[in-house]
């Protein structure tokens, strides 16, 4: 009886998600969502005028975004699933509010990693949903310390532009981490506290304390 009703409440919340995405080819879809958020993070450069610092922003954005979501992806393929990047016209309505400048509080959810599990066994589909969710954020985990270290460790010999590189690599991972970490549905965070709770106040800390450091 769990199983029929866990199985049924699956079925239509998927319907119901499946049903509001925009299907459109996947790398034109990440390409879209690449340039939404290289607006949220850089239409302040653009009206400044800056457009050096606008193409810097959407190179460093560009990699985050596409290593976040070949994570999920490749990580749902290795469990045996079928997944693909979409666009959900919600999100990307958000994330393009989003990037009117001086708007303090910034919401980046343009489209979403379908993944279609094999199973509906509950305990399964709860381990491949937060195996899944967890690659994204912690990519960008990686990236934010891994930038932190070549910074500390060349930071005599790199050129300004370099440092500015490496510093935006830590703000935008750190930020896109603690962001898809929220518990909130359909964020990767509420999947993963659904599987191991431990596992996402970790890495729901070590998010913030990067975002924190990137601040300084």
Sequence with gaps: MLHNKYFRKHVSRVH?????????NESLSILVTIFVISLVFGSIHLLLG???????VSSVVSLSIIIHELAHKY??????????????????????????P????????????????YTYDPF???KING????AGPLSNIILAIISIIIRIVAYPIMSPIW??????????????????LIPLPPLDG???????????????ILSIILYIYSLM
């Design 16 to 24: 119901d998600l499946l049903s509001n995405l925009i299907y459109l």
């Design 50 to 56: 800056d457009y050096i610092r606008f193409i810097i």
């Design 75 to 100: 990580v749902a393929i290795s469990l045996g699933c079928y997944s693909r990047y979409v666009l959900h016209p919600l999100g990307l309505v958000l994330t393009l509010i989003s990037a009117i």
């Design 102 to 117: 001086f708007i303090p509080i910034k919401i980046i959810m343009p489209g979403v990693t379908l993944v279609s599990l």
């Design 124 to 126: 399964t589909f709860r």
């Design 131 to 134: 195996l899944t969710s967890i």
């Design 163 to 180: 440092r500015s590189i490496l510093y935006l690599m830590l703000r935008i991972n750190s930020w896109i981490a603690l962001f898809n």
């Design 190 to 204: 509420s999947k993963v506290i659904n599987w191991k709770p431990t596992l996402w106040l970790s890495a729901f």
